[in-house]
């Protein structure tokens, strides 16, 4: 509204000029008209002119304001033939039967006048008289302000018929925007169903089946947090109510050799709860990256490789598990990747085969640069039957194993990370017909020397 409330203003002061011309284009010809009637009505008789007015070129000037009107007939000697002494001359040069308007002013009041020069026959033969009418601007400023009023009448009761247009339009245009908005509101605190199509106004229908698909990954995404906090909770409370129960049985027994056994168990339990927290934390990583992904960075693969098994040479070794590393042709291993994915795919997958290969057995780490980059951990423990090969990838999930120690996190931890990098992971019975090979492919290796 204030937009077209300008608009008005603006055409209303253009209006007012158009009405002022308007009224000195009607003025004009009235003065006009009242000439041409004095000059026509004037003659010589007996060698002098008539100084005769016909009352038809003062009655043409009635209005309902008061104006003064006057006149002046001169020759073309300046003798007055009639008319007011002080109602001035035009200065300019005149034509005949031309006419010329100018303003002045007579008695102190602002006049419109014209002047015509009308030639009359005399007994010396044809002679110019000039015929001179003027009118105070009365009447002049009375017709200009009827058409701006008449004019802004019509500019206002337009814009008062635009207001309610509008007002009717956007409350009718509105109505489905708040029966959207009262679906909204009284929605239950964190209800995630869909917003309904029925009461969707059809401008609105791909922001709301935006939110309505924002609404449904949400959902989803809210489920598996929620899954993920319960199987967390269950599985950090064995290993607490298990600590619990060793810390008593200690307790109990006092000083020799079951005391040592307890509390050589409670360092046991208490390391394998650090390891899940620790894998508990690392999943949360891997969610994070899905928000802000870290830069990747060209990372030389098997300087990543020996720095893992050195870490987890102690724990090969106090199992007496050979633990090796082989590095197949002499192409690049360099892989575009963040540096915390690649870590936490091969400390996973190696210890997942230290922990799950009987003592004395083999793990090999092994890259192969052709024909794309993969990564090969192998051992000869007990492998995986290839109908669980898909559902160890769950989180939580493991293989009835009374012997193992696992959380069920670890082969989870290395798809999830081999995803964000844009790698493979495949489970695979080792060549030696016993075991297990997880292979992660990167892809073709990067030329780019590593930073």
């Known amino acids: 509204m204030l937009p077209l409330l300008g608009a008005v203003a603006v055409d209303g002061w253009i209006s007012y000029r158009d009405a002022r011309d308007t009224a000195t284009v009607v003025q004009d010809r009235l003065l006009l008209g009242s000439a041409r009637i004095v000059a026509e009505a004037l003659h010589v008789e007996d060698g002098a002119f008539q100084d005769h007015v016909p009352p038809a070129a003062l009655e043409l000037f009635e209005s309902g304001e008061i ?63 000039l015929v001179q009418i003027g009118q105070t601007m009365n009447g002049h ?62 401008e609105l229908s791909p922001l709301v089946e935006a939110i309505n698909e924002y609404a449904r990954r949400l959902d989803q995404y809210t489920g598996a947090q929620r899954v993920f906090i319960q199987n967390a909770a269950h599985q950090l409370r064995t290993p607490l109510t298990l600590l619990t129960t060793q810390v008593s049985y200690a307790l109990r027994v006092g000083d020799g050799p079951a005391r040592d056994e307890s509390l050589a168990a409670v360092r046991n339990t208490v390391q394998q709860s650090a390891r899940l ?18 830069a990747e960075e060209d990372i030389a693969l098997d300087a990543v490789i020996r720095k893992v098994l050195e870490d987890l040479a102690a724990q090969a070794q106090a ?72 559902r160890v990838f769950e989180r939580f999930y493991r293989i009835d194993d009374g ?17 964000r990098i844009g790698a493979s992971v495949e489970l695979r019975t080792s060549a030696s017909g016993r075991g297990l090979t997880v292979a992660v492919r990167f892809g073709a290796p990067s030329q780019t020397a590593a930073a």
Request: hydrophobic share 45%; no cysteine; glycine share 8%.
């Open 319 to 390: 199992k007496d598990i050979d633990l090796g590393f082989e590095q197949v042709g002499s192409g690049p291993t360099v892989v575009a990747a963040q540096r915390l994915a690649l870590r936490e795919i091969a400390m996973n997958l190696v210890d997942n085969a230290i922990r799950y290969t009987q003592r004395g057995g083999v793990v090999t780490t092994r890259i192969e640069s052709a024909p794309d980059l993969t990564l090969l951990v192998e051992d000869n423990g007990p492998g995986i039957p290839p109908s669980e090969r898909e």
């Open 67 to 129: 104006d003064r009107i006057y006149y002046r007939v001169t020759t073309r000697a300046g003798q007055i033939v009639t008319g007011y002494a002080e109602f001035a001359l035009h200065e300019g040069s005149l034509q005949p039967e031309t006419p010329v308007y100018f303003d002045t002013v007579v008695s102190g009041a602002p006049v419109r006048a014209v002047a015509y020069l009308q030639p009359v026959l005399a007994d010396v033969g044809v002679q110019p008289v």
């Open 277 to 294: 927290v620790n894998q508990l934390l690392t999943l949360s990583a891997v969610q994070a990256q899905e928000q802000a992904a870290p």
């Open 141 to 202: 400023a009375m017709l200009a302000r009827k058409l701006w009023l008449h004019t802004m009448a019509q500019q206002l009761l337009l814009l008062a018929l635009v207001a309610a247009l509008i007002l009717f339009g956007l409350r009718r245009g509105l109505l489905p925007l708040l029966r959207l908005r009262d679906t909204v509101q009284a929605r239950e605190p964190g209800s995630l169903q869909p917003l309904p199509s029925d009461v969707t106004p059809i």
């Open 403 to 419: 012997d193992s120690a696992g959380s069920g996190l670890g082969l989870p931890i290395v798809r999830e990370f081999a995803a």
